[in-house]
């Protein structure tokens, strides 16, 4: 006969069937990684739609460069950096980073949304100040209004869904499923 050890799959095997124990049904850390997927697919789910903002906003900039300021020779080229940088971030916060990354993929991950930020919120900021004062020699004469309000919102999503996102997964260090 065996002598018992501490799993219980030898402990079966040495004195027989085991009936279910009551901390079978208490939930534990223990649990398997599944079981807390709903909740890590809403900090995805923030991920993807930041990155599609951030691609909004590229796209919005895009539109505006082409049809009203790309002759301005400082403001039009910060557009078209913008949908670059947009065109860069946007897509790669779509892409399985963390499979592809390797053990980097989580870091990559939140550079890439700070990058998203920082695009969104640095865009806004200038938006603001060019309406108020001159920047870089230029005062936005408000000639498009509805592309201004699409970029305010392409751009507040794109700041709250990344930073939503980066919660999830520095401050809460809730469950996040690999893409």
């Known amino acids: 006969m065996r002598l018992p050890t501490r799993d219980r799959a030898s402990v079966a095997e040495a004195t027989g069937p085991a009936k279910p124990d009551l901390f079978d049904a208490v939930p534990t850390r223990g ?54 940088g947009a065109t860069a971030i946007g897509p790669t916060l779509l892409a399985p980073i963390e499979r592809v990354g390797g053990r980097y993929g989580s870091a990559l991950i939140v550079l890439l949304a700070a990058a998203g930020i920082a695009l969104a919120a640095v865009a806004f900021a200038f938006l603001l100040i060019s309406e108020q004062t001159p920047l870089f020699g230029f005062k936005e004469p408000g000639y498009d209004p509805t592309g201004i309000a699409t970029t305010r919102a392409t751009e507040i999503a794109a700041v709250l869904s990344l930073g939503a996102s980066l919660v999830g997964r520095l401050g809460l260090n809730a469950p996040i499923p690999r893409w």
Do not use: C, D, M
């Open 31 to 84: 649990r398997s990684p599944t079981a807390n997927r709903p909740r890590g697919g809403v900090w995805l789910a923030a991920r993807l739609l930041g990155a599609l903002a951030v691609l909004a906003t590229g796209a919005v900039h895009l539109y505006e460069f082409k049809h009203f300021y790309s002759q301005i020779p400082t403001i039009g080229t910060l557009f078209f950096l913008n949908f670059l």
